[in-house]
Nanobody, 114 residues
Framework: QVQLVESGGGLVQPGGSLRLSCAASGSSFSIYAWGWYRQAPGKQRELVAAITSGRSTKYADSVKGRFTISRDNVKNTVYLQMNSLKPEDTAVYYC????????WGQGTQVTVSS
């Protein structure tokens, strides 16, 4: 079973940046489309960015132009570069395939606050 380990979250001021990483165990990383999801308190988990095996990307309207998803098939890692962060970006961020096939990891908390 693939294990997903997210990291890179933290507390950042509005307008700041963070880079999230997601390391996936297993040998089939490169064949999957991957996504970054987030869940804010009291809200459902939502997909914010996705990348196909061919590296095509798509983004939720709320993060378009501010977030960038990328992948490293050698390191079995997916990244999310987040710029111009807003308080409404505060959430626990998770990665998984798109759609989500594997058990969810612990996620990484992102808090945007002054």
């Amino acid at each position: 079973q693939v294990q997903l380990v997210e990291s890179g979250g933290g507390l950042v001021q509005p307008g700041g940046s963070l880079r999230l990483s997601c390391a996936a165990s297993g040998s089939s990383f490169s064949i999957y489309a991957w996504g970054w999801y987030r869940q804010a308190p009291g809200k459902q988990r939502e997909l914010v960015a996705a990348i196909t095996s061919g590296r095509s990307t798509k983004y939720a309207d709320s993060v378009k132009g501010r977030f960038t998803i990328s992948r490293d098939n050698v390191k079995n890692t997916v990244y999310l570069q987040m710029n111009s962060l807003k308080p409404e970006d505060t959430a626990v961020y998770y990665c998984n395939t798109n759609p989500g096939f594997f058990d969810w990891g612990q996620g990484t908390q992102v808090t945007v606050s002054s």
